[in-house]
């Protein structure tokens, strides 16, 4: 059975293997994690489909192949490892005839371990066939670099992390593994992500932050630089933004989230609203919705959000949420929630990424009054929605002007102007704060 390098994103033609989780000859049961990929968007784990024994690798470690080479076989005779060729010297010509080509001689890998980007939701593994010797603990459990990290930062003891791992049954621990001991430590300080606060200089900064020092990009900030550099300097950004104003969704959220809470575990936040009015508002104005195609626009029967997920400040990461459109509010939340916690536990799948056709970042949580976002291409538009705060707003009340309090929101759109000009995108933010005042919200609680 061939293992080919999977699709990583509408956009991305080829991968690079980070690592390699099984030696060559080694047993593979299905469902067993085969090797790790980069890609332009987050680091990601490769399954076996399939049980057999791994006869051939034909990807190492560290190399980029295009989508759909064939990475490995399973099943079949073992095939031995090509021997390195050595560089051959430089020989005289003769009869005027160049030298053979020598391939070039192969640098020795560097110590991860140094060299190695922090990335503390994509683990750092060693680049060679499995994780080394010096990854395994004193009874055999193994141990990536992030967890053993991640577990010094926490407190928690290795050996004992790895006693429970052997008593489980598992031979390996992660980051994961980590993260579950630290939550249930009553002394272990939290290492998710921060909890939602108007007050962003308490958040968490990444590691390591500190004056005098340098900090090394880990692979999802490069990616996502290079992407968002791209989209800049290629895409005709314009920016409009509008004021809502978000009494009709407060009266709901209010007399609600508490019963909320309870039956789903989950808080009643305004993305989701705002979520559903975007869904309602293209449903007038399906070009915000389109994606570039050659020289035109595919314009989809279907809304497909994209969610911009802050990694603990470590990186962006945009998983979708498919057919947006025939959720509700309720719908949405649970959605969103199951796409945030895949973000933040690193098991987001290339299917995550794939089929964006509209992108929401939410910055509302950190206090923010506007963020002019930047296109995820092969889209056309993008949301930003920030704080919902309360201001004084003037109104007409029986003919007078009223000063009034009232939590208002910015809901901030960058376009493409090759796909629609100034008018549609404010007639479209108009409809989406048409909708955000006015809509029976109680009736999506139902």
């Not at 575990?265 to 070009?287: E, K, M, N, Q, W």
């Amino acid at each position: 059975m061939d293992v080919v390098m999977p699709q990583l994103g509408e956009t991305v033609a080829e991968g690079k293997i980070a690592s390699w989780f099984k030696n060559l000859g080694d047993t593979v049961a299905e469902g067993e994690t085969l090797f790790e990929i980069e890609t332009d968007k987050v680091t990601m784990e490769v399954q076996a489909l399939g049980a057999g024994v791994l006869s051939d690798i034909r990807v190492a470690a560290g190399e980029t192949v295009p989508v759909g080479t064939v990475v490995c076989v399973i099943g079949g005779d073992v095939v031995a490892p090509k021997p390195k060729a050595e560089p051959a010297p430089a020989a005289a010509k003769s009869n005027g005839a160049a030298p053979p080509a020598t391939p070039m001689p192969v640098a020795p890998a560097a110590d991860p371990i140094k060299t190695a980007p922090m990335d503390v939701f994509n683990e750092v593994r060693t680049p060679t066939t499995g994780f080394g010797p010096a990854a395994a603990t004193a009874n055999g459990v193994r141990m990536t670099p992030l967890a053993r990290r991640l577990a010094a930062q926490q407190g928690l003891d290795a050996a004992t992390l790895s006693a429970a791992a052997k008593a489980a049954g598992r031979d390996r621990i992660g980051k994961a593994d980590v993260l579950a001991a630290a939550a249930k430590a009553p002394t272990a300080a939290p290492v998710s992500a921060p909890a939602p606060s108007a007050a962003p200089a308490a958040a968490r900064a990444p590691e390591p932050a500190k004056p005098g020092t340098r900090t090394t990009f880990n692979t999802v900030r490069k990616m996502t630089g290079t992407r968002l550099t791209q989209s800049w300097t290629t895409i005709p950004h314009v920016f409009q933004a509008t004021e809502a104003d978000f009494s009709n969704v407060d009266k709901v959220r209010n007399a609600r989230k508490g019963a909320f809470k309870e039956r789903h575990g989950l808080s009643l936040t305004y993305l989701p609203f705002i979520a559903r009015a975007v869904c309602i508002a293209i449903a007038d104005f399906p070009l915000v919705n389109a994606r570039f195609d050659g020289d035109g626009l595919e314009v989809p029967n279907e809304i497909n959000l994209g969610i911009a997920v802050d990694l603990s400040h470590n990186g962006l990461v945009v998983p979708v949420v498919k057919n947006a459109d025939e959720l509700t509010v309720v719908g949405l939340v649970k959605a969103f929630a199951r796409q945030i916690d895949k973000a933040k536990a690193g098991k987001l799948t290339p299917d995550d990424y794939n089929g964006g056709t509209y992108t929401i970042s939410n910055n509302g949580s950190f206090g923010t009054l506007f963020t002019a976002p930047i296109i995820n291409p092969p889209q056309v538009a993008i949301l930003s929605t920030d704080a919902v705060k309360k201001k004084p707003v003037a109104i007409e009340v029986d003919g007078s002007d009223v000063v009034v309090v009232r939590p208002v929101g910015m809901l901030a759109q960058s376009f493409d102007h090759r796909a629609f000009d100034g008018a549609y995108s404010a007639a479209f933010l108009a409809k989406l704060k048409q909708v955000i005042e006015t809509r029976d919200w109680a009736s999506e609680l139902a």
